[in-house]
Each structure stands twice: as structure tokens, then as C-alpha cells.
């Protein structure tokens, strides 16, 4: 026995020796395989995070949001380790061996001995097959650890602190620059900390103020101003809204803001405004009275804040107690014949025109706004004669004063006069809105289309397409006003509005316009004789109801009537019996409103109906009768019962209706 174990012994322990190191390699090295498969499939899954954080955060920069430093630490790693991991991968795939891989290149301890090589690959002569998995599988969980946490974040970014000013855009001015600069001085003059700015409409005081808010932008005033913010008053000064629009401003206006008094909205303002922004400026524009600033939240307590207001009123100054006042006056003959003659490219006509060209100029009295419209107007005129008659119409009215509001009267006009049938009708309609009011595009179209202003096509899209080029040749004159930030955005300026309104009230110039649009009423016993009017606009106001004994007339003229954002409750049926010779009827917006009369089916010509945001639950039998109905908003609805919808299916063969948060309506006939 001890022979056969001399003998074999040295021979087994040779083989042993031989086998054990290829049997560990082996199994090591089908180990190494396995895990550099996970590793590939977990940078995988760490690069489609890497894709989606990137593409939030290019959503967020849209909305104007920044990243938060936790992500952009995270990109920073994931970048590192996605190098690291490349490299790791990119030497063992190239090694024929697969237990030879080389060192991790991204180990900071390498050893002398792990040297580069003549090749550019890591030599690995003294590193062990099993340390070669360990540093797979330490890569491996530092990429799922990453990706993990790229999994927790509840987001990317946050929203960015307002920046200090909001830039204005503003055309070029013509003899404004006198003025702005005795502005200017008189603000950084630390005894001025309340200024009036005074002048008639269209004189320019909305670009004086821009332009001011823009001068805070510059870098000789950087870091001496917390905030610039621009507020934009309505007639009728509606603290809620000045509070909304400065919430905003400040970024404190998040989803409990709108169910605070107007109380707790001043103490968040004042809170905000003398402990962590007191060096403010607060620009409101177009003030029509006197509004309390303490009653907005305004801290006037400080030494550092700016307070700046614009009016037509000089009185307003006075009962605002501002420290100083500025007169807007109209432009010197020089400078308004420079802004007609950009306007009107007086540059491309001959002699003869540009001498007929600069007595309309005079005819504007210097004010901007009239010498803007006019201009535009004389843009596409190319003969002497268009010229001439122009000037002979604006000159046929010698009793006007020129260089006044009820002098550029006539000189408007002559831009009105310029306009077709159809955009007349069209830019009319504007008025019905309150002063300063944001006009949807969209909406004001299906208006249009409802009031038949628009020849409608079978296809819904070319019919809409008709009234935005209406917008556009209107915006193009200057007698709309498109919100530079929004294009879905319309207004129209004041004094352009009043004009409106002056002729839309005389009973000789046929349709009669009434509009107490934001005027607090609260009954309808304040409203003008019903008889006469064929548009009405009673929008904004807290009307909440319209009663059985009020006096209608038996029949009356209304075509359009606006009755968004009241607060009505109950509509009579002697109403409608009174009004079915409405084609647009807008009740949206009146949240405490849950029924219609039977009476409704009275209104026999109604073509538009926005029933948007009430509280309805059935349509009356008698709904079902107004076959001529094209548009129908029932959006956010949510009380409204699925037989009512099913009725909707028996009105017009061109039905376009709103129904929940899409618009899910379509001109095609029905079949």
C-alpha cells in the first residue's frame, strides 16, 4: 500500500495541481459573464433615468422652473460613472480571455504593478480572477444605487423666485425721452416714493411706465430693488384682482391663495413685502380713482419702496397724496410727424404725398395713439387722391378740437371708416368687454361664428380661420392690442373702447350697445331700458336673479346678451318669453346656477349658449327646441345628467359642443 501511494500519490497531487487553478478559472470566469451582463443591463436602466430626469427638466425650463441641486448632482455622477462603467465593459469585451479583465479605470488606489500597457489596456498580471468580479460587482451596485436614487426624486425642479423685472416690450418712442428722464430722476430721489403720472388717453403714459419698468433692469440700478411689479387696473378698481395679479408677482399665489379674504390676502402681501422683499416698486397702470394701498396689502411704512401710477385724471393724484406728480403732454409737431411717418412708411411715397401726409399728421394733435392708427390706416394707401380724401374726411369736422379726447374722435373714425362690413362688426363686439380685459381669441371667434358675422364652411376649422384673420388685420391697425406674453390673448385700449361705445349708444347709428360690465351691480332694477338695446353686457358683476316682476318689455330688440360671472341663482321664465330673439347667450361662470325654465324653449334664434362652469343638472323638455343652437359650452359641468346630454343629439345638424375638460365637438351633419 505505501508502494502504490509512493508512487501514485506524487502523480495525483501533480494532477490535482493542474486541474484545481483550470476548474476555478472556469467557474470564476462563467461568474465575471453573469455579472458583466447585469452590469450592462443596470447602466441601461440608469441611462433611460438619465433620459427621463433630462426631459422633465427641459419641461420644467419652459415653464420657467430651475433645477434642483440634489438632480444636478446626480447628472454629475451618472456622467462620471457611466465613463467608468464604459470603460470596464469596452476592456473585458476586447480581452479573448474571458477571466482576463483588466483593472477598473476608475480606481484611484492602482497599484504600481497595474500599468498601461504598450496596447492602452490595463495590465492585470497580479490581479486574482475572483478580485476581477469584485470590482464588476462593486460597479454594478454603485449603478443601481444611483439608479435608485434617480428613482426617489418626487421632482426635478422647483419654481424659480420671481425675477427682479419683468421686461416690457415697447416699439420705438418719439419724444418721450424729456419726460422719461425727469422720471427717472424724480424716482431715485429717495424723498419721492409716491408718483403720479397724469395725462389724456392715448397720450402715452402705459410706454412711459414700460419704459420705466424696464429702466430697473438696468445694471446702474441692479441689486437696489428687490422686485418691479406691474399691475394693470380696471375701471372699476377691484382690489381682489390687483391682490391676484401681485400674489402672482411674488409667487405666493398657490392652491389655497384664491380661498383667502381679501383680508388675509393684504397680511400675506404686507408680510411678504416689508420682511423679505422691502425694497419694492409697484406700478399701476391706469388708475380711474383713488384705491387704498393699505387695503391692498401695501406697506408704506419703509423708506426704500417706489410706488408709481398712471391716470387721465389729475385729481387722482391728488387723492393718492403722492409726492410728486408728471404731466404726459401731446407730441411737438416734429416728433409726431416722425411716429406718422414710420407708421404710414411716408419714406416710399413721392413728394406730393408726403405733403399731404404731414397735414393729417396735424390732424392727429400730436397724440400718439391717433397718429398710430391713423398711420397704419395710410400704410396701403399708394395715390395722391386716397390721400386727399383722407385728409378732405378729416377735416370736414373744423368744430372738433384738435389735440383733445373728444377732438380725435373723427380722427379714429377715419381708421374705422377703412375696415369692411364683416371686421367693423367684429371690432365693435370688443367693447362689449369690460375696460382692460383679456379678450380669448378662441372664444371671441365662436362669438363671431355665433352672431353670423363669419360665413360659415362646412369644415368648422376654415370658418375660424376667417375670424383670426379678421384679429390679425385688426391687430395690424392698432385697433386691437395683442398681450405680448400670450398670443391666446386680446385687448383693447380704453380709449379706443369709449369711442366705440359712444357711437354703439346713439340710437341713430342703429344697434345699441349697453354695457355695465364690472359696474357692482347686484339687480337688474340698475339696468337702462330694455327696449332699445341690441347688445347687452352685464358681466362680472353679483347679479342673483333675474325675477318674474321685473319690468321686460313684451318683446324686446336684444340680440346678445353677457351675463358671465354673476352670481345668479334663478332666471324667470318671463325673461326668455321677453328675449327670443337672442342669438348669443353667455351664463357661464355662474356657479350657484342649477336649473333653466321651460320658458328657454322661447329662444328660438339662439345659435351660441356657454352654460360653462354652473351647476345644472337637467336641460328643460323645452331645451330641445332650439334647433338653430351651433355652439354649446358645457364645460366643467359636473352636475349635469346623462339623459340631458343625450338630448343635446336632437339639436343642430351643426352642433358644436364642449362637454368636461376636451373639446369633444365637430361641424360634421349629423347622420
Known amino acids: 500500500m505505501e508502494f502504490w501511494t509512493s508512487v501514485f500519490a506524487p502523480s495525483i497531487v501533480a494532477l490535482f495541481a493542474f486541474l484545481l487553478p483550470c476548474l476555478y478559472d472556469n467557474v470564476v470566469g462563467c461568474k465575471l459573464g453573469e455579472n458583466i451582463e447585469l452590469l450592462n443591463t443596470a447602466l441601461g436602466e440608469l441611462r433611460a433615468k438619465r433620459d427621463d430626469v433630462v426631459f422633465q427638466l427641459d419641461a420644467g425650463k419652459v415653464k420657467g422652473e430651475q433645477r434642483q441641486a440634489t438632480v444636478v448632482e446626480w447628472l454629475s455622477k451618472v456622467k462620471l460613472i457611466e465613463t467608468d462603467t464604459n470603460r470596464l465593459l469596452g476592456v473585458a469585451a476586447s480581452s479573448q480571455d474571458p477571466c482576463a479583465l483588466r483593472a477598473d479605470v476608475s480606481s484611484n488606489d492602482a497599484s504600481p504593478d497595474e500599468r498601461m500597457s504598450t496596447s492602452g489596456c490595463w495590465c492585470t498580471d497580479n490581479i486574482s480572477p475572483c478580485c476581477r468580479v469584485h470590482k464588476v460587482i462593486k460597479k454594478l451596485n454603485e449603478v443601481r444605487d444611483l439608479c435608485s436614487r434617480g428613482e426617489r426624486f418626487d421632482a426635478v425642479t422647483v419654481q424659480a423666485p420671481p425675477p427682479v423685472v419683468i421686461q416690457k416690450f415697447c416699439d420705438k418712442t418719439f419724444g418721450l425721452d424729456t419726460t422719461l428722464e425727469k422720471t427717472w430722476k424724480s424716482l431715485m430721489t429717495d424723498r419721492n416714493r409716491l408718483l403720479g403720472i397724469y395725462g389724456m388717453g392715448g397720450v402715452g403714459k402705459t410706454t412711459l411706465l414700460a419704459l420705466i419698468n424696464n429702466k430697473f433692469a438696468n445694471p446702474e440700478v441692479k441689486g437696489k430693488f428687490d422686485i418691479v411689479i406691474w399691475v394693470k387696473v380696471s375701471k372699476v378698481v377691484d382690489i381682489a384682482k390687483i391682490q391676484d395679479d401681485i400674489g402672482k408677482r411674488l409667487g405666493i399665489n398657490d392652491d389655497t391663495w384664491c380661498l383667502n379674504s381679501e383680508e388675509e390676502k393684504a397680511f400675506e402681501i404686507s408680510r411678504v413685502l416689508s420682511s423679505i422683499k422691502p425694497r419694492f416698486v409697484l406700478l399701476l397702470d391706469n388708475l380711474w380713482d383713488e384705491v387704498s394701498l393699505s387695503d391692498i396689502g401695501i406697506p408704506l411704512t419703509g423708506t426704500e419702496f417706489r410706488v408709481v401710477f398712471t391716470t387721465r385724471d389729475r385729481d387722482v393724484c391728488g387723492r393718492m397724496k403722492k409726492t410728486e406728480e408728471i404731466e404726459v403732454k401731446v407730441l411737438e409737431e416734429a416728433d409726431a410727424w416722425e411716429l406718422f411717418k414710420l407708421q404710414a412708411q411716408c419714406s416710399m411715397v413721392n413728394r406730393e404725398i408726403s405733403q399731404v401726409a404731414r397735414q393729417i399728421a396735424v390732424t392727429c394733435g400730436g397724440l400718439p395713439l391717433a397718429l398710430v392708427v391713423t398711420g397704419k390706416t395710410m400704410a396701403c394707401k399708394t395715390t395722391e387722391d386716397e390721400w386727399v380724401r383722407a385728409l378732405e374726411d378729416l377735416e370736414s369736422s373744423p368744430g372738433e378740437l384738435r389735440g383733445t379726447e373728444r377732438g380725435i374722435f373723427h380722427v379714429l373714425k377715419l381708421s374705422f371708416d377703412h375696415l369692411d362690413e364683416t371686421a367693423k362688426k367684429c371690432f365693435q363686439y370688443c367693447a362689449l368687454f369690460p375696460k382692460a380685459h383679456n379678450i380669448n381669441r378662441d372664444e371671441l371667434v365662436e362669438y363671431w361664428i355665433g352672431e353670423k358675422f363669419i360665413t360659415e364652411d362646412r369644415e368648422r376649422q376654415r370658418t375660424k380661420n376667417r375670424g ?121 361662470r355662474n356657479p350657484y346656477l342649477t336649473e333653466l325654465p321651460e320658458e328657454i324653449s322661447e329662444l328660438v334664434s339662439l345659435r351660441y349658449l356657454s352654460l360653462l362652469g354652473t351647476m345644472i343638472k337637467d336641460f328643460p323638455e323645452g331645451f330641445g327646441k332650439l334647433t338653430r343652437l351651433i355652439h354649446l359650452d358645457l364645460e366643467s359641468t359636473y352636475n349635469l345628467q346623462s339623459t340631458s346630454l343625450r338630448m343635446i343629439s336632437r339639436l343642430s345638424s351643426f352642433l358644436k359642443k364642449r362637454i368636461g375638460r376636451e373639446d369633444r365637438g365637430s361641424m360634421s351633419p349629423r347622420t
Open 468 to 588: 383670426y384673420n379678421i384679429i390679425d388685420a385688426l391687430v395690424q391697425a392698432s385697433l386691437l392690442l395683442k398681450d405680448g406674453e400670450s398670443e391666446q390673448k386680446l385687448s383693447m385700449h380704453d380709449m379706443i373702447r369709449d369711442i366705440v361705445l359712444r357711437v354703439r349708444s346713439k340710437p341713430e347709428e342703429g344697434e345699441i350697445f349697453v354695457v355695465q360690465a364690472g359696474a357692482e351691480l347686484s339687480e337688474l332694477s340698475h339696468v337702462p331700458d330694455w327696449t332699445s338695446a341690441t347688445k347687452m353686457s352685464l358681466m362680472n358683476n353679483t347679479i342673483k336673479d333675474i325675477p318674474d316682476d321685473h319690468e321686460f318689455p313684451d318683446q324686446a330688440r336684444l340680440v346678445t346678451l353677457f351675463l358671465q360671472n354673476n352670481k345668479l341663482v334663478e332666471i324667470s321664465g318671463k325673461f326668455f318669453v321677453a328675449m327670443s330673439y337672442l342669438v348669443v347667450l353667455d351664463l357661464s
